[in-house]
């Protein structure tokens, strides 16, 4: 069974860098096929897909956040990260991690929808 955990601080005040990790227990991240993304969730919105980074390591990013958004990985913690940069108060959303291993295109990863694992979410306020 695929478990993610995301993990981070709950307050980041504005204009510096928030950083969060999601360990991953029951499947290697290297694993054929399975995407591992950034999603989060502003209170009172909608879930918004921030970005993705498949197996293979490649990333793809959403266009609106691609200025100050990075998803990297670490094989040997077997985890991966999301540093988002110059946040302000409109970045204070729960943030999750989720994964799929379904083959999918660059456009279907794009698609919350299409992920079947998800962690607990972790609470983040951007405040002075």
């Known amino acids: 069974q695929v478990q993610l955990r995301e993990s981070g601080p709950g307050l980041v005040k504005p204009s510096q860098t928030l950083s969060l990790t999601c360990a991953v227990s029951?499947?290697?991240?290297?694993?054929?096929?399975?995407?591992w993304s950034w999603i989060r969730q502003p209170p009172g919105k909608g879930l918004e897909w921030m970005g993705v980074?498949?197996?293979?390591?490649?990333?793809s990013i959403n266009s609106s956040l691609e200025s100050r958004i990075s998803i990297s990985r670490d094989t040997s913690k077997n985890q991966f990260s999301l540093q988002l940069k110059s946040v302000t108060p409109e970045d204070t959303a729960v943030y999750y991690c989720a994964a799929t291993p379904d083959p999918l295109t660059s456009d279907q990863r794009m698609s919350v929808a299409r992920y079947n694992f998800w962690g607990r979410g972790t609470q983040v306020t951007v405040s002075p």
């Open positions: 980074i498949a197996y293979s390591g490649s990333t």
């Open positions: 029951g499947v290697p991240i290297t694993a054929a096929y399975f995407s």
